[in-house]
């Protein structure tokens, strides 16, 4: 739990984990770090997000100036795709996560990174969830994605697949490309709120990007805390959508469990690549 929100350290969470935002209770300089990050984000982001990223900031009026109340949000977002937004303290467990996403609701932490320390993220803030995460919610596909991923989820509990679930979540919903008709952008929130994997992860010599693979993805690992050294690209948010949430993943589990795991940097020769990248970053001792 972030030491530094007293907001949320003084809440006892309800039963399903979730807070009372307390938008009131936001400070100045908290309103002031959003709109820093807002502006330097689009700065960067111009010409490199999606465009759907871009509508949904716009449909849900997330530069209002300072950090979004979600009850305005929320009213906009379930009159679009019928999510919504809660708060919770912090890291969650996994079947509480599940649970929420199955129901249509998305989780956001409450607190706001330090004014002085914009780039550096010991968890997920509220830059990042909403930011990052909440814009795509507003698009019918990948609103049905989030909730699918949810139902999967709690299905793949119970044959303990869990880890290979969260890769696919890390290479699409925080991490994903994908191919646009004016050149590859990003969707993935995990890179939509970082100023240097923005540019990294598209322009980077360093990384590989590689076509959509479903089971390919679920046998590959990643990086936790550092810039990714695969990513992986889709045509559409609509291919995203036919090869998960059409698709049983119940053979899939039985499959993968006698499979060994590929590293995040490989590559393979059933591979659809766009670039193979040099890993120099990572080589390089990434970030110190
Ligand atoms: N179809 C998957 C299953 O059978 C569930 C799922 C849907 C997982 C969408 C991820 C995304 O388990
Ligand atoms: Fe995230």
């Given at each position: 739990?972030?030491v530094?929100?007293p ?11 979730t ?5 009131d209770?936001y400070s ?11 502006d ?8 490199r ?13 997330l530069?209002?100036g ?12 379930y009159?679009l ?9 912090g890291?969650i ?12 609701r ?13 780039d ?35 299905k ?7 880890e ?6 890390w ?5 994903g490309l ?11 929130a995990g890179?939509?709120s970082s ?8 322009e980077?010599?360093?990384p ?16 936790y ?13 609509e291919?995203l959508?036919e090869?998960?949430?059409n ?13 060994p ?9 059933s ?16 970030l110190?």
């Amino acid at each position: 739990m972030p030491v530094n929100d007293p907001v949320v350290a003084e809440q006892t969470p309800a039963a399903d984990h979730t807070i009372d935002q307390c938008w009131d209770r936001y400070s100045e300089e908290e309103h002031g770090v959003w709109n820093t990050l807002y502006d330097r984000q689009m700065k960067v982001l111009k010409g490199r997000a999606a465009p759907e990223h871009f509508k949904g900031l716009e449909l849900l009026n997330l530069n209002d100036g300072g950090i979004p109340d979600f009850r305005k949000v929320n009213e906009k977002l379930y009159a679009l795709t019928g999510w919504q937004v809660v708060t919770v303290h912090g890291l969650i467990p996994n079947d509480v996560f599940f649970n929420h996403l199955a129901n249509r609701r998305f989780v956001s932490g409450r607190f706001i990174r330090d004014a002085d320390k914009l780039d550096y993220l010991p968890e997920p803030d509220i830059f990042h969830d909403v930011f990052g995460h909440v814009p795509l919610l507003t698009l019918p596909a990948f609103a049905d994605y989030m909730q699918a991923y949810g139902q999967g989820g709690e299905k793949a509990m119970k044959v303990d697949m869990i880890e290979n679930l969260t890769r696919l979540y890390w290479y699409t919903v925080e991490f994903g490309l994908i191919n646009t008709p004016e050149g590859r952008r990003i969707y993935g929130a995990g890179i939509v709120s970082s100023q240097s994997e923005s540019r990294f992860c598209l322009e980077g010599r360093s990384p590989n990007r590689i076509h959509f693979d479903l089971e390919r993805i679920m046998r590959t690992d990643y990086r936790y805390d550092d810039f990714q050294q695969t990513y992986f690209v889709i045509d559409s948010y609509e291919e995203l959508m036919e090869s998960t949430a059409n698709v049983d993943f119940g053979p899939i589990y039985e499959r993968l469990k006698g499979l060994p795991d590929y590293k995040a940097s490989e590559v393979l020769p059933s591979d659809k690549v766009y670039h193979e990248g040099t890993q120099e970053y990572a080589k390089a001792g990434g970030l110190e």
